[in-house]
T-cell receptor, first 117, second 111 residues
Framework: ETGVTQSPTHLIKTRGQQVTLRCSSQ?????VSWYQQALGQGPQFIFQ???????GRGNFPPRFSGLQFPNYSSELNVNALELDDSALYLC????????????????FGEGSWLTVV | QQPVQSPQAVILREGEDAVINCSSS?????VHWYRQKHGEAPVFLMI?????EQKGHDKISASFNEKKQQSSLYLTASQLSYSGTYFC????????????FGPGTSLSVIP
């Protein structure tokens, strides 16, 4: 166990709806990253939060947004859901200093399976 | 920007060795290796920070050639528990705030 918990574990939404996924990071970790993993593919970086500020973003549209709270837990929000948003969403936490994530282990949660119909 | 991994898939018998390669078009700060079993989260294996660095634990080790922007993961005397998908994650020098994962290499170890 990595100490990173995500909820919900599975959910089904209708195209056009909005979804919020939640992540509780490992105790003491100040950085949370979110990844989207489609079936049979590697995790795709969505964005990263460091001390409540977004400090890195992948090639995802603005309808993907997030928050990090003072206790370092995090949310991923997706608006106007599309069928292609169906995937496993992984949250990963790490303790990162000013040098960035290069030398820091990231610990993944079990993920939230989202199905859009 | 995504690293390239090879091979895409490999099947081994217990006790055989395997090498998984990871290559990036970008200059790298580091390379991370993870293993993911079906239906589970990726699990950390190791990070390589410096060019030429080799790390390992048990019978899994890895090397990092900074100049070639390549890393290789070595699995020796494979065990059934090694089965899974192996991902390399690269941290480019141009954006050291994110880990970019490759498409993965599926490894199956059979008795």
């Amino acid at each position: 166990e990595t100490g990173v918990t995500q909820s919900p574990t599975h959910l089904i939404k209708t195209r056009g709806q909005q979804v919020t996924l939640r992540c509780s990071s490992q105790s003491g970790h100040n950085t949370v990253s979110w990844y989207q993993q489609a079936l049979g593919q590697g995790p795709q970086f969505i964005f990263q939060y460091y001390r409540e500020e977004e400090n890195g973003r992948g090639n995802f549209p603005p309808r993907f947004s997030g928050l990090q709270f003072p206790n370092y837990s995090s949310e991923l929000n997706v608006n106007a859901l599309e069928l292609d948003d169906s995937a496993l969403y992984l949250c990963a936490s790490s303790l990162v200093g000013w040098t960035g994530i290069a030398g820091n282990t990231i610990y993944f949660g079990e993920g939230s399976w989202l199905t859009v119909v | 920007q995504q690293p390239v991994q090879s091979p895409q898939a490999v099947i081994l018998r217990e006790g055989e060795d395997a090498v998984i390669n990871c290559s990036s078009s970008k200059a790298l700060y580091s390379v991370h290796w993870y293993r993911q079993k079906h239906g589970e989260a990726p699990v950390f294996l190791m990070i390589l920070l410096k060019g030429g660095e080799q790390k390992g634990h048990d019978k899994i080790s890895a090397s990092f050639n900074e100049k070639k922007q390549q890393s290789s993961l070595y699995l020796t005397a494979s065990q059934l528990s090694y089965s899974g998908t192996y991902f390399c994650g690269t941290v480019p020098k141009t954006s050291y705030d994110k880990v970019i994962f490759g498409p993965g290499t599926s490894l199956s170890v059979i008795p």
